[in-house]
Structures are given as structure tokens and as C-alpha cells.
């Protein structure tokens, strides 16, 4: 299964709109401007494909279990929040800072390394913003166990969900981001929830909409006794 296959419509429309518009905001004479219309049609049709082709060529089939979770993740990737923890438990083993544990010569840890890293098949270990290219990505989807990462020998193994994750981090731009302690804090907008009645301040905005995403549903409130021996 393509990845984000709504996004070839979504480009489709507005790159042929902002195309067939161009002509339409140019004081040209009529007849001229009707050639330029009929000529725009197929030259754009042109420019399209070849775009999209572009665009093709950075993708990737998807299992469909690895699909389905991708569907459901949220709409940005953080680092910190999403991906520090996967490559922590599931990669530094192999990959982290440690150079006597280290394989291929190859760190995840730092972004340098990650980027500039050259694997045996010529892809780089990790290519921002281009799964095919990226050959972090071919290895955590292989059923090759001579290939796959992590390897069966490391008895670690990504779930499809983490899968899911570091395919659309890549797919963001791969971007790093220093511990959480040393990165300013900004102001968010609480997210939007469909449990409504729920929330009593923007904090459980943020509570309620993780456990949304995960198809949680929060416990019942405590009764005041309860309430009284928790904190006794």
C-alpha cells in the first residue's frame, strides 16, 4: 500500500488550479489567451506526471500492517517525543554512541553520522524526506533475517507502530532535536478532542488527545474518599 495516496489527489487539484489560473491573470489578447489555455492543458498535464513521479520516487510500498498504523499516527513526528525512545531501546545497541559495540561503522545517535553514512547498497543510512533512498527504511521492512533490522541475533524487533513511526519521522525530514530540558518552550494550542465534555482546563487537552490516539478512554473520576486516602 502506497503511503499517503490522498496527497497525489491533493497535488493533482491544486497544482492544476494554480497552473490553468496563471494564464487567466495575464491581460493578453482573447484569442491569444484561448491558445495559451489549449496549449496549457497538455503542458501541465506534463509538468504534473513528471512531479508526481518525483514525488513517487520517494516512496515506498508499505505492509499492510505498517500502513494501518501509519494511518493513525499523529499528524507531526516529534523527536524527542517519538523517536528518541525507539532508536534508544531498539537501535543504540548496535548503532549508538559506544564505538566497540558499533556494526557498519554506523551511529544513529547524532545526525551527522546518520546523514552522511554510505551503506554497502549505496543508499544512505538515513536521506531526509526520501524513503526509498533511506536504507534504514528497506531494512526495518525486510523479512530477510540476514538483512532485516534490528537483527534476530540482538533478540530486539520494531513494532509495526514503531515501524510506522520512524517511516514518517524519515519521511518529515528526519529531523533531530536536542534532550527536551534544553529546547525552549513554546506555546502550543491545545489539540482538539472529541470527548469534550471531559476536559476542564487546555491541560487536559493535551492528556486526552494522546489517549485518543491510542484508543483510551479515561478512567471515572474518584470519589472524595479515595481522593482523601491518596493523598494520606
Wanted: aromatic share 10%; proline share 7%.
Amino acid at each position: 500500500m502506497k503511503i499517503a495516496n490522498a496527497k497525489i489527489i491533493h497535488k493533482a487539484a491544486s497544482f492544476l488550479l494554480r497552473f490553468r489560473s496563471y494564464f487567466g491573470l495575464i491581460s493578453l489578447p482573447e484569442k491569444f489567451q484561448y491558445c495559451m489555455f489549449r496549449i496549457s492543458i497538455p503542458v501541465g498535464f506534463v509538468l504534473f506526471v513528471f512531479q508526481m513521479a518525483l514525488w513517487s520516487c520517494k516512496q515506498v510500498e508499505l505492509p499492510q500492517e505498517v500502513a494501518t498504523a501509519y494511518a493513525s499516527l499523529p499528524e507531526e513526528i516529534d523527536f524527542n517525543r517519538d523517536i528518541k525512545r525507539i532508536l534508544s531501546d531498539k537501535c543504540f545497541a548496535c548503532h549508538g554512541p559506544d564505538a566497540q559495540k558499533q556494526k557498519a561503522d554506523l551511529r544513529l545517535d547524532i545526525p551527522e553520522a546518520a546523514y552522511a553514512k554510505v551503506t554497502e547498497s549505496g543508499l544512505k543510512a538515513i536521506k531526509p524526506g526520501n524513503l526509498r533512498r533511506s536504507e534504514v527504511i528497506h531494512r526495518i521492512l525486510s523479512n530477510d533475517p540476514e538483512y532485516r533490522m534490528p537483527t534476530p541475533e540482538s533478540h530486539l524487533s520494531l513494532t509495526e507502530q514503531e515501524k510506522a513511526i520512524l517511516i514518517k519521522w524519515i519521511e518529515q525530514g528526519a529531523e533531530y532535536k536536542p534532550h527536551w530540558a534544553f529546547v525552549a518552550p513554546e506555546k502550543k494550542m491545545p489539540p482538539r478532542v472529541s470527548n469534550k465534555s471531559w476536559v476542564r482546563n487546555p491541560i487536559d487537552n493535551f492528556v486526552l488527545a494522546q489517549q485518543e490516539q491510542r484508543s483510551l478512554k479515561p478512567s471515572p473520576e474518584a470519589d472524595r474518599e479515595t481522593l482523601i486516602l491518596r493523598l494520606s
